[in-house]
């Protein structure tokens, strides 16, 4: 089956503890990206990847950091949480950027920072 | 701030309704225009999209309605359904898709 796998779904850690959420998509796609999404702000772009060794920032990539590997892996890394990054965070990808814009997205993992 | 705005926050209609689902941008730059749907505990999922070169895209009984000028973009649900209460997002992007941009959603609640 096609899809997008983050884990962990679920998260409580504290302050400056270091964590990483993984992405990864069996779909041999191109793109992937991070989002979080926050009551009445939508979901906001964190990083993109348009593929293996190229990532970007997106609008909010203040505290996050991420690695392109290998083309099916994409992994958020939050070096040392703060509560403001307790929030929903999704992975998506895309096949070909340029071509093709549907985005694929995971399950999300809820975040929460104390 | 907010490149995509979308309104209504919330709607709730009654089953065979047609709610409207608004939203705007400025950016001239974004050239795909998709509106995604998320059930509760769900990623989004994609539901229709839109280019800038037609006014109207039409799937089934959702569309999209298209406003270069006005740079608005609109999503009808036709003879809406229970099934169809969902949180909604428009969303915009440049050409190569490297970006997305999305509304803050629309939560639909459609009453039997």
């Known amino acids: 089956e096609a899809q997008v796998t983050q884990n962990p779904r679920y998260l409580i850690t504290v302050t400056g503890k270091k964590l990483t959420v993984t992405c990864s998509q069996n779909?041999?796609?191109?793109?992937m990206s991070w989002y979080r999404q926050d009551p009445g702000l939508g979901l906001r772009q964190i990083y993109y990847?348009?593929?293996?060794?190229?990532?970007d920032k997106g609008d909010v990539p203040e505290g996050y950091k991420v690695s392109r590997k290998e083309k099916r892996n994409f992994p958020l890394i939050l070096e040392s949480p703060s509560p403001n990054q307790t929030s929903l965070y999704f992975c998506?990808?895309?096949?070909?950027?340029?071509?093709?814009?549907?985005?694929?997205f995971g399950e999300g993992s809820r975040l929460t920072v104390l | 701030q907010q490149q995509v705005k979308q309104s209504p926050q919330s709607l709730i209609v009654q089953k065979g309704g047609i709610p409207i689902i608004n939203c705007a941008y400025e950016n001239t730059a974004f050239d795909y225009f998709p509106w995604y749907q998320q059930f509760p505990g769900k990623g989004p999922a994609l539901l229709i999209a839109i280019r800038p070169d037609v006014s109207e895209k039409k799937e089934g009984r959702f569309t999209i309605s298209f406003n270069k000028s006005a740079k608005q973009f609109s999503l009808h649900i036709m003879d809406s359904q229970p099934g169809d209460s969902a949180t909604y997002f428009c969303?915009?992007?440049?050409?190569?898709?490297?970006?997305?941009?999305f509304g803050s959603g629309t939560k639909l609640n459609v009453k039997p």
């Open positions: 998506a990808s895309s096949l070909m950027p340029g071509v093709a814009g549907e985005l694929f």
């Open positions: 969303a915009a992007s440049p050409r190569n898709f490297n970006k997305f941009y």
């Open positions: 990847s348009m593929n293996v060794e190229v990532t």
């Open positions: 779909m041999n796609h191109e793109y």
